[in-house]
């Protein structure tokens, strides 16, 4: 199975800074078939991204994503309060869908 | 809007089984696979289960010849039937829309294994 790991395991910025999120795949990821998912405490996950880039419905413009192959990119321009959460990536490319460990993002 | 509720979560001993129910809204749910996630208390996702509108379905290692996923498109309904069950199965168990990626998740449920 494919293997995602995500850095760093936590990041510490405070709100209005930038963030920038890794996934990197054990193996080449085709067709961008790679999700990044948010979830908040206490709280289901909520799809951001798919097909490496496209945002979901709903989701605002300062949360993108990037990269091909094995290494990914969830971008947030400009941090606000509600955003500080866990960001788990996750490919669908292969059987089983796997999940990287998540990075945790948190007030400095 | 869409809504997946979970029930049927509780404790039960280790070999025992449970029935998790999902009941689905807001969209036509014969239309789309639905899958089970779990995750342990503090630890990330791991996909345990997809069935198709078609009732093709797989399951992941840990969990295959102990669970099985159904549904009943009538009532708008998944489920999952959970056997031999382990304290490693202790999770909240999400239902969630599609496969193989993920798109409405239901709050989700606690199984929780122990003696």
């Known amino acids: 199975e494919i293997v995602l790991t995500q850095s760093p395991g936590t990041l510490s910025l405070s709100p209005g800074e930038r963030a920038t999120l890794s996934c990197r795949a054990s193996q080449s990821v085709s067709s961008n078939y790679l999700a990044w998912y948010q979830q908040k405490p206490g709280q289901a996950p909520r799809l951001l991204i798919y097909?490496?880039?496209s945002r979901a419905t709903g989701i605002p413009d300062r949360f993108s994503g990037s990269g091909s192959g094995t290494d990914f990119t969830l971008t947030i321009s400009r941090l606000e309060p509600e955003d500080f959460a866990v960001y788990y990536c996750q490919q669908y490319d292969r059987s089983p869908p796997t999940f990287g460990g998540g990075t945790k993002v948190e007030i400095k | 809007q869409v809504q997946l509720v979970e029930s049927g979560g509780g404790l039960v001993k280790p070999g025992g089984s449970l029935r998790l129910s999902c009941a689905a809204s807001?969209?036509?749910?014969?239309?789309?696979?639905m899958s089970w996630v779990r995750q342990a208390p503090g630890k990330g996702l791991e996909w345990v289960s997809y069935i198709s509108s078609g009732r093709t379905l797989d399951y992941a290692d840990s969990v295959k010849g102990r669970f099985t996923i159904s549904r009943d498109n009538a009532k708008n309904s998944l489920y999952l039937q959970m056997n031999s069950l382990r304290a490693e199965d202790t999770a909240v168990y999400y239902c969630?829309?599609?496969?193989?990626?993920?798109?409405?998740w239901g709050q989700g449920t606690l199984v929780t294994v122990s003696s």
């Open positions: 807001g969209f036509t749910f014969s239309d789309y696979y």
């Open positions: 097909g490496a880039s």
């Open positions: 969630a829309r599609d496969f193989p990626r993920f798109d409405y």
